[in-house]
């Protein structure tokens, strides 16, 4: 039966022009052996699947990645510079040179695209905590536009105002977790007295960072803020150990970024120094490690897919073992050796290309699940589908080439003779 199928397959080859086989007809002979032999090219192509639903898993992770990251960025406050003190080399008379108001009103006069501001002054403050305790509290003076600038997140009460700051109001905005300690919640530390250097403030909200910086920025988990013109009779100096500006887009950071410290340095020594930075070099290190991630994850997924395309190559040589008799029975009855190479070619395409699609499936279908049974969103690129369908049918065509080559080098007598 089987020798008489490969004739009336050679006699179509014949019919067609004789050595002539168009690649539809290499295919559709391709899907034949193919389903003569299921449980084996289906067990060989599983390792292309998960190759490929792991190429398109690993973009969509390395996308999460970058996307969690950026957020986190920019809750901090992607569109914000700070400018400080940093000192200096031979200082005349060895004064300090540090910021004033005036140096953030010429900033904001000189350069475009500010749009909020606002001074820093700190000093310490000892609070008592409880009846034989007392804390060392961080207290911070500073404008209304601090809570939007720093993307301060208000969880009780409300921040202070401009009127608050006009009318050198004794009101206080404290951590929450500093609320807690002391009053055991947010809610109950609002309308609350604390004394500052004895002078009685009240609380009229707690608040939090948008996202926790671990003390590493002004802000501590026992800070108050204070409105700026209250904490200058504490501080008892013009001087500023901080100014904050928030810009109106975040394309403008890096070029105001240069101006505000061009501008600041006009206006003192030439010895003095002073940092202004932004969080711009923050996202691209976030950028540069999401592609770093993705790129490792990437590698091991080829690694997966070339183990794989190993297998597709032995059994692919098995395969043209069993079926020597058949390649001798073509070439006999007019089978060139193109027509043999293309043949066992398409096969190892074919188990290639349908373990790919499989996997392109299962790789899209698991981010598509998160969207539906979670609130998380997460990316999918469409590109990487349509590459993971590309790098497996190359694994096919360079994996399946050797097995396809020494068929079609088998001697048509000695096919026919082999048992």
């Known amino acids: 039966m089987k020798v008489a199928s490969l004739k009336l397959e050679n006699a179509k080859l014949s019919k067609l022009g004789k050595a002539k086989l168009s690649f539809c007809e290499i295919f559709s002979f391709a899907y034949d052996t193919f389903r003569t032999n299921k449980l084996?090219?289906?067990?060989?192509?599983?390792?292309?699947?998960?190759?490929?639903?792991?190429?398109?898993?690993?973009?969509?992770?390395?996308?999460?990645?970058?996307?969690?990251?950026?957020?986190?960025?920019?809750?901090?406050?992607?569109?914000?510079?700070?400018?400080?003190?940093?000192?200096?080399?031979?200082?005349?008379?060895?004064?300090?040179?540090?910021?004033?108001?005036?140096d953030m009103n010429a900033a904001i006069d000189q350069v475009p695209g500010i749009v909020a501001a606002s001074p820093i002054t700190t000093f310490s403050e000892r609070v008592p905590f409880g009846q034989a305790r007392e804390r060392d509290v961080h207290i911070i003076g500073a404008y209304p536009s601090y809570k939007v600038i720093r993307n301060l997140v208000v969880v009780s009460g409300r921040f202070f105002d401009a009127q608050d700051e006009q009318q050198h109001n004794k009101v206080v905005v404290m951590t929450h977790t500093m609320a807690k300690e002391l009053y055991g919640s947010p809610d109950l530390a609002i309308g609350q007295e604390i004394k500052l250097s004895g002078l009685p403030f009240t609380i009229v909200g707690t608040f939090k960072e948008s996202v926790d910086t671990f003390g590493q920025t002004e802000v501590t988990n026992y800070t108050i803020l204070i409105p700026y013109s209250v904490g200058t009779y504490f501080s008892n100096t013009r001087n500023l150990k901080m100014i904050y500006f928030s810009m109106a887009d975040p394309s403008l950071v890096v070029p105001a970024t240069a101006e505000i410290k061009k501008v600041l340095q006009s206006r003192h020594r030439p010895e003095s120094n002073y940092n202004v930075q932004n969080l711009s070099e923050l996202v691209n290190l976030a950028d540069k490690t999401a592609v770093a991630?993705?790129?490792?994850?990437?590698?091991i997924s080829t690694v997966v897919?070339?183990?794989?395309?190993?297998?597709?190559?032995?059994?692919?040589?098995a395969?043209?073992?069993?079926?020597?008799?058949?390649?001798?029975i073509r070439r006999a009855l007019g089978a060139t050796s193109r027509e043999i190479r293309l043949q066992f070619l398409s096969e190892a395409i074919l188990i290639s290309l349908a373990g790919g699609i499989v996997g392109v499936a299962v790789g899209l279908a698991i981010p598509f699940s998160v969207r539906f049974l979670t609130e998380y969103r997460m990316p999918v690129s469409g590109l990487s589908a349509i590459i993971a369908i590309v790098v497996s049918s190359l694994v096919g065509i360079l994996f399946g080439t050797v097995p396809a080559v020494n068929a079609a080098k088998l001697d048509p007598v000695e096919s026919l003779r082999y048992e």
């Open 319 to 328: 395969t043209v073992r069993e079926r020597t008799r058949e390649v001798g």
């Open 40 to 102: 084996r090219f289906l067990l060989t192509s599983l390792g292309i699947a998960i190759g490929t639903a792991s190429l398109v898993l690993v973009v969509a992770i390395g996308m999460t990645g970058k996307q969690y990251l950026l957020g986190l960025i920019e809750s901090i406050g992607s569109n914000e510079i700070w400018a400080e003190y940093e000192g200096g080399q031979a200082i005349t008379g060895g004064l300090a040179d540090y910021l004033t108001i005036d």
């Open 305 to 317: 897919l070339i183990v794989s395309g190993i297998g597709i190559m032995n059994i692919m040589l």
């Open 293 to 299: 991630l993705t790129l490792m994850l990437l590698a």
